[in-house]
């Protein structure tokens, strides 16, 4: 290996250990709100109770947001290839 190429993978694998962080609080979040939801929360005071097809519905929105981030460290990860010509 090159030293650039080893600068390189560094780069990149700091980057994708923030994405991991980055990605891991939303995550947390979004099950701290939504567990206590889909288990019947709001039952109790409300009335609303969400049956199990919506409460799994439910949560399959916030894996669209890793999308974007496999691609934003692809395209990092992705360098020009020199063709020796």
């Not at 990092?76 to 020796?84: D, L």
């Amino acid at each position: 290996m090159q030293i650039p190429q080893v600068l390189d993978a560094i780069q990149l694998s700091h980057a994708t250990f923030n994405k991991i962080r980055q990605n891991l609080w939303w995550a947390f979040g979004y099950n701290l709100v939504g567990i206590p939801l889909a288990a019947g929360a709001l039952l109790p005071s409300m009335g609303i109770a969400l049956t199990p097809s919506i409460s799994g519905t439910a949560f399959a929105p916030p894996a669209a947001p890793y999308l974007p981030t496999i691609l934003t460290l692809y395209r990092k990860s992705a360098p020009a290839v020199q063709h020796p010509c």
